[in-house]
């Protein structure tokens, strides 16, 4: 028996190009390598004319859209507009509603991503090679370690294909994820209180699982600045803190490494940091959430609802002491 916990939806590549929006359309057809069909009906889809190679870059205008409106369990997407306006990214601001907009002129080009450590073929790789992976469409439902929660349609790859491709050495037993640490575009960077860049770390069975992602896009669009651009993890039974944006490096270690909130405050965020209703934060109850968009609370869920498809990580450990 078995039953999908998410949605699981293959994206073609060719509408997934962030590369679009961050490189004028000369650098984008040549990082492309080519002056394709593919690149020029994108570019069309810009909203630019085709053959216009000095214009600005096409403003994203394409409608935010998913192949579904509910996640596995009924619930409606949250919108659009509340997943690109109610955002924590301490980066920026600590103020959820004006992330958007300090982001806004966030620029990610000639992004690459480390991958190195504990494993046989370190590699850096560049945003192109990142899409080669193939894209598909996860519905999953994030929940803040603060009491509220979304549904969000992304579009990403499995964490796992990428981790196969560097072959990790066996004794690899956990992975280090590192954000962008760059105080001139990230305002929030100034300030001392965290130990930047922001870091996370997932045990390598998890970071295995194939409902770990690299997120690239949400809405069938590029990641927007505000939600981690231009690639982030989501780890959907965990608070949305493990979850980091703008990656730019990933390390296998062999001992497990430190994140920044389990720095900051070990009591309150363990390094695990699993869903659970039952373990509730120091200063207030996990019991129930607020969904965005909805009124009223609701019951949280044992590994955010996808215990079927995580508990068995967990077996035998006292979720109360490996909170
Ligand atoms: N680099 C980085 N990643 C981060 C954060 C952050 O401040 N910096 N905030 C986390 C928190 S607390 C949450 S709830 C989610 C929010 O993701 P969203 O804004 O895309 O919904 O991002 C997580 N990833
Ligand atoms: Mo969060």
């Known amino acids: 028996m078995s039953r999908a916990r998410f949605e699981s939806v293959p994206v073609p590549s060719s509408e997934i190009t962030p590369e679009e929006v961050y490189l004028n359309r000369r650098e984008f057809l040549k990082a492309m390598g080519i002056v394709s069909a593919a690149g020029l009906a994108l570019a069309a889809c810009g909203g630019r004319p085709v053959g216009s190679p000095e214009s600005s870059p096409p403003a994203d205008g394409t409608p935010p859209r998913a192949s579904l409106g509910?996640?596995?369990?009924?619930?409606?997407?949250?919108?659009?507009?509340?997943?690109?306006?109610?955002?924590?990214?301490y980066e920026f601001t600590t103020d959820k509603e004006r992330v958007a907009q300090l982001a806004g002129n966030f620029n990610p080009s000639a992004w690459t991503v480390e991958v190195g450590g504990l494993v046989n073929r370190p590699r850096t790789y560049t945003l192109?090679?990142?899409?080669?992976?193939?894209?598909?469409?996860?519905?999953?439902?994030?929940?803040?370690?603060?009491?509220?929660?979304?549904?969000?349609?992304?579009?990403?790859?499995?964490l796992a294909a990428l981790l196969k491709q560097v072959e990790p050495l066996s004794s690899a037993r956990y992975v280090r994820f590192v954000a962008l640490l760059d105080p001139q575009q990230m305002p929030g960077q100034s300030s001392s209180l965290y130990p930047w860049p922001y870091t996370e770390g997932l045990r390598l069975d998890e970071a295995m699982h194939s409902l770990t992602i690299l997120a690239t896009g949400l809405y069938g669009k590029p990641l927007p600045p505000q939600n981690g651009t231009p690639i982030r993890l989501v780890v959907p039974w965990k608070y949305g803190f493990k979850s980091?944006?703008?990656?730019?490096?990933?390390?296998?270690?062999?001992?497990?490494?430190?994140?920044?909130?389990?720095t900051i405050a070990p009591n309150e965020y363990g390094f695990y940091s699993n869903v659970n209703p039952e373990v509730n934060h120091p200063r207030w109850s996990q019991a129930t959430e607020r969904r965005i968009g909805e009124s009223g609370r609701r019951e949280t869920l044992l590994f955010n609802g996808y215990a079927a498809d995580v508990a068995a990580l967990y077996a035998g450990m006292d979720l109360r002491l490996n909170y």
Request: with cysteine; charged share 25%; glycine share 2%.
């Open 70 to 89: 509910t996640d596995e369990l009924g619930d409606p997407l949250t919108s659009y507009e509340a997943v690109t306006h109610y955002n924590n990214f």
């Open 244 to 262: 980091i944006k703008s990656i730019v490096k990933i390390e296998l270690t062999e001992t497990q490494p430190a994140t920044l909130w389990n």
């Open 128 to 158: 192109e090679d990142l899409l080669k992976f193939e894209q598909e469409e996860r519905i999953y439902r994030l929940r803040c370690v603060e009491a509220w929660s979304m549904v969000i349609p992304w579009t990403g790859f499995e």
